[in-house]
């Protein structure tokens, strides 16, 4: 019996190893995110911090797991210590967006969990409004892409108009009906919030939007976030 106990000790600690780091390896996602628009962006996610994306480069970002989120922001600048501003998506004046904050509104927001089991979590919000249009797909086809093209920014009530974007309503009224703060059972869409789901059918427009804006995707495939999917912005 002896030689099968050893046999079944290295197995235990096999399959101890395997449970430690499979599933460390099975959350991680690379995020190919793209900036198709004509402008220069400085693209901000977090956990990742920030980088300068010029027409048609991309920047490939590598997340272990978690949850966490990518914008665009616009019209930025920085000085040689990495402070400055940016007109939408500011986070902080930072160049490199720290913590697991959102930037200032307005900004379209890729947002994702890599840690459901197996299973990774995706969605895109306008609960910050709007500033650059985006594509959020999965590298597998059996995954949807979720599109957020719409011209929301000439189309923007002018309530909502904002420098270089759309604000979503909270921003701009800071009412209990935009903003769902104190409860989300009476939350409910608005016309502002169908506006901005008129633009972006697959996005969350307001905070509580059912969930079917909530995509899954089995863990193991990466993601593509392109900003301006159909060129100039
Ligand atoms: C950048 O700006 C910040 C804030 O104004 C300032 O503290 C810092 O010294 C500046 N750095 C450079 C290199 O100018
Ligand atoms: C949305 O509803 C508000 C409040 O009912 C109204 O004042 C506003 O004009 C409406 N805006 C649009 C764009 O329909
Ligand atoms: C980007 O494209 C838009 C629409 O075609 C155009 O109005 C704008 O001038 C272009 N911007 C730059 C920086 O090329």
């Excluded at 019209?75 to 904050?101: A, E, I, P």
Aim: hydrophobic letters at 35%; proline letters at 6%.
């Amino acid at each position: 019996m002896k030689p099968f106990k050893n046999l079944s000790i290295s197995f235990f600690y096999f399959f101890v190893s395997t449970l430690i780091f499979i599933p460390l390896l099975a959350y991680a996602a690379r995020f190919d995110i793209k900036n198709n628009c004509n402008i220069t962006i400085w693209a901000a996610a977090v956990p990742g911090g920030g980088r300068q994306i010029n027409p048609g480069g991309t920047w490939s970002l590598e997340v272990t797991r978690g949850n966490g989120h990518i914008w665009a922001r616009t019209g930025c600048s920085f000085n040689g210590s990495g402070v400055g501003t940016c007109q939408t998506g500011d986070c902080g004046g930072l160049f490199q967006c720290q913590g697991r904050g959102y930037g200032a509104p307005p900004h379209t927001l890729a947002e994702f969990g890599l840690s459901i089991a197996d299973s990774n979590l995706y969605d895109i919000s306008l609960v910050k409004g709007f500033n650059v249009p985006m594509i959020f797909s999965s590298t597998s086809l059996k995954c949807t892409s979720i599109d957020c093209t719409g011209d929301l920014i000439r189309n923007c009530p002018t309530e909502l108009k904002a420098p270089g974007g759309c604000y979503n309503p909270c921003t701009v009224f800071k009412t209990e009906e935009y903003c769902c703060d104190a409860s989300i059972t009476n939350c409910k869409a608005t016309n502002y919030s169908m506006f901005l789901k008129g633009g972006c059918p697959g996005a969350y427009s307001f905070p509580v939007d059912g969930k079917l804006t909530q995509y899954m995707c089995p863990s193991g495939n990466n993601f593509n976030v392109v900003f301006c999917p159909l060129g100039s912005l």
